[in-house]
């Protein structure tokens, strides 16, 4: 039976690859990608799409788990109902309203594009990793206590490798999200394959339209798959098997 | 103040796209639900599918939405609806199989197994087991996943504009285009409320419908 089904399931996709050749060649893509006038367009918008993923996660990245350490430090735990409640406010809002948001108030270009998408990268980041260092296990920090470890080395040692796994799953989820989300910051003026994915609606052409959903389909799948390493890298190894 | 005028001079139009924005993510939810919630049922009897069901179904929400709809559009171009609604409820449908279909698996397998031996005892079969034991204490779970899936939708409902499914992304998208900022205002306030309101509304119904004996146990634990 499972073997059956395995086989059905390799056959399916061997099948869909064979489509997905044919429909890419019909469309006229391959003739699209390989068009030399083109590429360098394609290349210097995927570079644009790379460098607002990388400023605004790299931004976001250092707030959200700075702030997520704090939140959890007693002079500041009180705050953090109140933090968890807006931030999951604010992840129930829309990113196209998001970014509609940051364009009216902050007008277009790639600036007010990089800061929308910093102040919802952030959210996923904060909340996991308060989520994360409240759910170590009381005995761990008591123990690391009881050996005379000074605060931060309590949070360096104990608290942060043992919340490791759930800080990535929330970096995981904001990379994700940025990078399906600066395809649309091209609305608001701040390029990215946006361009071309936009630019081949509005005028019909396949070729273009596929041009820039596929790459973006492929770094979202790139990105989820180096988070997968990062966590087999970074998760320490005691803690893997239970997991 | 002056996209609260924007709202109520053009009333009529923001409340037809409100209601067709309800109508593409509540028709969207139904079919996911259909699908989902019997699949995830289905890979906890078959527990050698249900890995392969999840990743199948997690690569699924990686791809982004924009990009999905780039993708799917020339496929049913063929059939003749590249543009329009149906390209904007598949892949509603297909975004929302992860949060049903994971939520439906975790939930039946965290059954407590003393409950469901103690329904195999009475004699149950499988079938009722499922619909009198299983099924009323996963509810709550469940609920929970469409409750993810349907706030999820309504933010990709608002980019779907752009293919034409029409909705409250349209005032974005016109918005934009014609830089008339009380209009981008008023659908990104609207769609955020939206999804706000569907939100506390679907957490008050998982409330409701958790059957009365968890609730007691909640209450004891909390």
């Not at chain 1, 940051?102 to 800061?115: D, E, H, K, N």
């Not at chain 2, 037809?16 to 109508?23: C, F, G, N, R, S």
């Not at chain 2, 990009?67 to 609806?81: E, N, Q, S, T």
Request: proline share 5%; glycine share 10%; with cysteine.
């Amino acid at each position: 039976m499972s073997r059956l089904l395995s086989q059905v399931y390799r056959f399916l996709l061997m099948l869909v690859l064979l489509c997905a050749g044919v429909m890419a060649e019909r469309t006229g893509l391959v003739q699209y990608l390989s068009d030399p006038y083109e590429y360098p367009y394609i290349l210097s918008r995927l570079w644009e799409h790379v460098c607002i993923v990388g400023e605004s996660m790299s931004i976001a990245t250092a707030i959200g788990v700075i702030a997520g350490i704090l939140l959890t430090r007693s002079r500041f735990r009180r705050y953090a109902g109140i933090v968890m409640y807006i931030i999951s406010l604010g992840q129930t809002i829309p990113s196209l309203a998001v970014l509609a948001l940051a364009m009216s108030f902050l007008g277009i270009g790639s600036g007010p594009a990089v800061f929308a998408l910093t102040v919802y990268s952030i959210l996923p980041i904060a909340r996991n990793t308060l989520a994360g260092i409240t759910n170590v296990p009381p005995h761990l920090t008591d123990a690391a206590r009881g050996m005379g470890m000074p605060p931060a080395r309590i949070l360096l040692e104990i608290e942060i490798p043992n919340a490791m796994k759930i800080i990535i799953t929330g970096f995981r989820i904001a990379l994700i999200i940025n990078i399906g989300t600066v395809a649309l910051a091209y609305l608001i003026g701040a390029g990215g394959m946006g361009d071309l994915i936009f630019t081949g609606i509005e005028v019909m052409m396949t070729a273009k339209l596929l041009a820039g959903a596929i790459p973006v389909t492929i770094m979202a799948l790139i990105a989820d798959f180096c988070c997968g390493l990062l966590e087999l890298l970074l998760v320490p190894k005691g803690l893997r098997l239970n997991g | 103040m002056s996209t609260l005028c924007f709202i109520s001079e053009n009333m009529e139009r923001v409340l037809y796209l409100t209601w067709e924005h309800i109508w593409i993510v509540g028709s969207s939810l139904v079919i996911a639900m259909i699908i989902g919630i019997p699949l995830g049922v289905l890979i906890t009897r078959h527990k050698n599918l249900a890995q392969r069901v999840l990743n199948t179904a997690n690569v699924l929400m990686t791809i982004p939405s924009i990009a999905l709809f780039g993708i799917m559009l020339p496929i049913l171009a063929v059939m003749g609806f590249g543009l329009g609604k149906l390209p904007a409820v598949i892949a509603l449908v297909l975004y929302s199989q992860l949060p049903i279909i994971r939520n439906t698996y975790t939930a039946i397998l965290n059954v407590p197994p003393a409950v469901t031996d103690a329904g195999r005892g009475m004699g149950m079969n499988r079938w009722r087991l499922l619909r009198e034991v299983e099924i009323p204490l996963a509810v709550p779970v469940i609920l929970a996943g469409l409750r993810t899936a349907a706030v999820m939708n309504i933010g990709i409902a608002a980019i779907a504009a752009y293919i034409g499914a029409g909705g409250l992304g349209v005032l974005i998208s016109q918005g934009i285009s014609r830089t008339y900022e009380e209009m981008i205002i008023a659908g990104a306030v609207l769609v955020s409320l939206l999804a706000i309101i569907v939100d506390g509304a679907m957490a008050l119904l998982e409330r409701w419908v958790t059957p009365r004996g968890l609730q007691v146990q909640r209450r004891q634990n909390g």
